[in-house]
């Protein structure tokens, strides 16, 4: 087997088993270590194929808590068409390397707010909801990453925990079907990425009930943090090693925007767990 494949098998289980945990974080675990290996053209319709598939499972395990949640984020499910169409445009026209730089920058701010637990919350959430919703369409169907922004945007709001959970299950089913949709007129579903997809599949259907099973008896608020970790580290190394492969930057130099991040992600994993001896609340989900 390729060494691509065994790498994309391990990070899958790894992230289907988060993602049965959490109820999200497929595709934030998935492409950082997938991108090393294959590019956005042929990596992302495949992981749009399985989100389909996932984000429908998830709203329907949620589906009790979504008449309470679908009109705040209907500005939002809105804002998606333009940032789908464009956002898949520029997929098909735009330079691999380019397309893996951009993801990598893009993701890593969005990882270390939610570790820094950012809370600005919205006077007027249905007017940021549009532009946010296009923003969103266009980070999504470029990088199939959605999950860190909309944890920022609902904890930044009060979701509880269904709410929440309904919520981003509703906007991953819509983003996910517009961008399969524009990926199809696109013709970027080939048979490389069938067989990227069936390789995903196995792991999956191992992956989501582990993690909703581990979930019940792990601290679910340390499980997201140590998540979010892992991702900043990756994400890190991800972008020093499109640096090199773009001669953006050369030798150890390459690997400083790494260490940055891990740096200050080791320091807000202190200040998390220092904080750790105050009673954590249950009913709302730490970003993640």
Same mark, same amino acid.
């Given at each position: ?85 464009? %956002? ?26 939610? !570790? ?12 940021? %909801? ?38 981003? !299950? ?9 961008? &399969? ?23 999956? &259907? ?5 993690? &909703? ?45 790494? &260490? !940055? ?28």
């Amino acid at each position: 087997m390729e060494t691509g494949l065994v790498a994309l098998v391990v990070i899958t289980v790894l992230a289907a088993f988060v993602n049965g945990a959490l109820g999200y974080g497929f595709s934030s675990l998935t492409v950082p270590v997938a991108l090393v290996f294959f590019a956005s053209r042929v990596l992302n319709p495949a992981l749009v194929l399985i989100e389909v598939v996932i984000n429908l499972y998830v709203l329907f395990i949620n589906r009790a808590s979504v008449p309470a949640v679908w009109r705040r984020v209907y500005p939002i499910l809105v804002g998606l068409l333009p940032g789908v169409a464009l %956002g898949s445009y520029v997929l098909a026209s735009v330079h691999p390397g380019w397309l893996k730089l951009s993801t990598y920058a893009a993701i890593l701010p969005l990882i270390l707010l939610q !570790a820094a637990g950012v809370r600005r919350p919205l006077a007027n959430e249905r007017a940021f %909801g549009l532009p946010f919703g296009a923003g969103l369409g266009f980070l999504y169907s470029v990088t199939t990453i959605s999950g860190p922004p909309l944890a920022l945007l609902f904890n930044n709001q009060g979701y509880v925990k269904q709410e929440f959970r309904a919520g981003l !299950a509703l906007i991953r089913v819509a983003e996910s079907v517009l961008t &399969a949709v524009a990926y199809y007129h696109l013709g970027l579903f080939t048979a490389q990425t069938a067989h990227i997809a069936w390789w995903i599949v196995p792991s999956v &259907a191992l992956g989501i009930p582990l993690g &909703a099973f581990a979930i019940r008896r792990i601290d679910a608020e340390t499980f997201r943090r140590v998540c979010m970790s892992f991702d900043v580290w990756v994400v890190g190394f991800g972008l020093s090693r499109v640096l090199l492969e773009l001669r953006l930057a050369a030798g150890a130099g390459a690997y400083l925007p790494m &260490a !940055a991040a891990v740096l200050l992600d080791a320091w807000l994993l202190y200040v998390f767990f220092s904080g750790r001896h105050v009673p954590l609340r249950r009913d709302r989900p730490a970003a993640g």
